[in-house]
């Protein structure tokens, strides 16, 4: 039996039974063939999708890189790793030149359950000082000006129960934590 055109046409629009095929791939820049790919087909009756196979098929970047030799994309990766380097090192600098004051702390918890914070600036800089409980619920916060001297700061932990417990403090835009235990 042979079909034209337009019988073909008629055959899939009145076709009761309609096969039905979709595929997604998902790439990442740099590279050749897709990270993620997945597959769907089935049947469609009475405008009803009935789904006879799937599958996904995953090939991760890193196995890209060496298992296919590729100049073009291998290229286009370079560029972008070069853009971070770039990036990353422009970042650095900027830093350096806004964190390059000397900052050194030091805590102590005593027996009766006093936390005292010392801590040392080389210039007057802002100083925030924080006390959270492990899920992050802030305790605790004190706001002041280093001097060119030791500073202190205290605060009493006796209503807390014991546990463990971060410290923070953010000076000049780092921020220095430490795990301390209250017994």
Same mark, same amino acid.
């Given at each position: ?28 820049? $740099?590279?050749? !063939? #897709?990270?993620?790919?997945t597959m769907?087909? $089935? ?5 009803? %999708? ?5 599958r996904s098929?995953? %090939?991760? #970047? ?25 990036? !990353? ?17 030091? !805590?102590?918890?005593?027996n009766n ?7 040392? =600036? ?13 899920? $992050? ?5 004190? =706001? ?17 129960? #014991?546990?463990?417990?971060? %410290? ?16």
């Amino acid at each position: 039996m042979r079909y034209c055109i337009d019988s073909l046409r008629h055959h899939i629009k009145n076709a009761e039974n309609t096969w039905h095929y979709d595929s997604y791939k998902w790439y990442a820049k $740099g590279f050749r !063939y #897709p990270i993620f790919e997945t597959m769907q087909s $089935g049947f469609i009756i009475n405008n009803t %999708l009935s789904t006879r196979y799937n599958r996904s098929y995953s %090939l991760m #970047p890193e196995n890209q890189k060496y298992e296919f030799e590729d100049a073009i994309n291998e290229q286009i990766r370079e560029e972008i790793e070069f853009e971070k380097q770039i990036k !990353y090192s422009k970042k650095q600098a900027d830093s350096q030149d806004k964190n390059n004051i000397n900052f050194n702390y030091n !805590y102590h918890i005593s027996n009766n359950s006093d936390l005292t914070i010392e801590y040392y =600036s080389e210039e007057a800089q802002e100083v925030n000082i924080y006390i959270n409980h492990i899920t $992050g619920y802030n305790l605790w916060h004190k =706001s002041s000006i280093s001097n060119s001297s030791v500073s202190t700061s205290h605060y009493n932990m006796a209503m807390l129960r #014991p546990g463990c417990y971060i %410290l923070s403090i953010v000076f000049n835009g780092k921020i220095y934590n430490q795990t301390i235990q209250k017994l």
